[in-house]
């Protein structure tokens, strides 16, 4: 009965063995992750008339090169002066009461769509009044970003005669942000 009960356990144990190394069990592994909304100014430049013309067109332009890897986004400008303001260059601060020379901010003239571009606006002075180019897709270009041109453009008065020498400037404030 002893060699019964051993041979009993031992085929138990057999069947048992070789159960386990047939049976199996199916799963799924998830692999997840996540990236963060990143927009970047890569690049721009800072625009210089030298003399202006006082009977013609001048045109300043340069390039902005952007990284957005967010489908809606925005470009924004307002301006410290929104015109170019009479400079002191020994003091760094604008000429109090000096002249005025009126401008035109263009960005992105080439856009196929109208609010992705700005034309030839005048550029207020206050943050929530800003220009507004509105983007529904990624910049292109990966990691190089996509380039964007912009220009300032002053018309000059007849014989300048309303302009008084001396240096002129005006800051943009520009800022990205996604939607």
Known sequence: MKKLMVWF????????????QTASEDTDIT????????????????????????TGLNT???????RSNHSSWRFRVYAEKGALAEWDALTSSYVSGGDLIPYTFTFNSTA???????IAQTVPTALGTELVATFGEKTKYGA?????DYSVEVTGIAEGSDWGAGDYRD???????VN
């Open 9 to 20: 356990f031992l085929c138990l144990a057999c069947v048992g063995y070789l159960s386990a």
């Open 31 to 54: 692999v997840t992750s996540n990236v963060s909304k990143h927009i970047y100014i890569l690049s721009l430049q800072d625009l210089s008339f030298g003399p202006l013309s006082t």
């Open 60 to 66: 300043a332009t340069g390039t902005i090169v952007i």
């Open 112 to 118: 196929a769509n109208p609010a992705e571009r700005i």
């Open 144 to 148: 190089n970003g996509e380039p964007f």
């Open 171 to 177: 800051v943009l404030h520009v800022s990205l942000s």
